[in-house]
């Protein structure tokens, strides 16, 4: 797992081994439950390949007087990116305090979960078949 904290201005790019991230401001807005939530844009580039917008965001609940912060994440084959944001300021210049975590090969946990399960339900279903029965004579 590689993990990082950056602290950027709105339009300035940071890495973490193969993305590039760029944050692309934010938007603050109210809701009638009664959250403000501050939701902001990264960029995501694999090199010169863009990939996708992600969206972190802050949701500051008015009742309780508590916040939440509700991460974005990428997933891919090979790796998946989470991206929180910690922080946000908007004067004098609007800023984002970000955390970044690339888990690599996560997704492999839920592929060998997956065939764990297959192989469980196959010798349930299968336990009173001849196909598992071994020849009591040897």
Do not use: C, H
Not at 10 to 36: H, K, M, Q, W
Request: proline share 4%; glycine share 6%.
């Amino acid at each position: 797992q590689t993990e990082q904290q950056v602290t950027v201005s709105s339009g300035e790019s940071f890495y973490i081994a193969p993305y590039t991230l760029e944050f692309n401001g934010s938007v603050a807005f109210n809701l009638p439950d009664g959250r403000n939530i501050i939701r902001t844009v990264i960029k995501v580039y694999d090199g010169k390949k863009f990939l996708g917008e992600l969206y972190p965001r802050r949701d500051f609940y008015q009742d309780a007087q508590q916040i939440v912060a509700v991460p974005a994440i990428k997933n891919t084959w090979l790796d998946d990116l989470y991206i929180v944001l910690l922080d946000w300021q908007n004067s004098p210049a609007e800023k984002g305090t970000f955390r970044v975590y690339r888990n690599p090969l996560a997704i492999w946990l839920w592929v060998g979960s997956l065939v764990f399960l297959v192989g469980t339900l196959f010798l349930v279903l299968y336990k009173n078949s001849t196909f598992l029965e071994m020849d009591e004579s040897t």
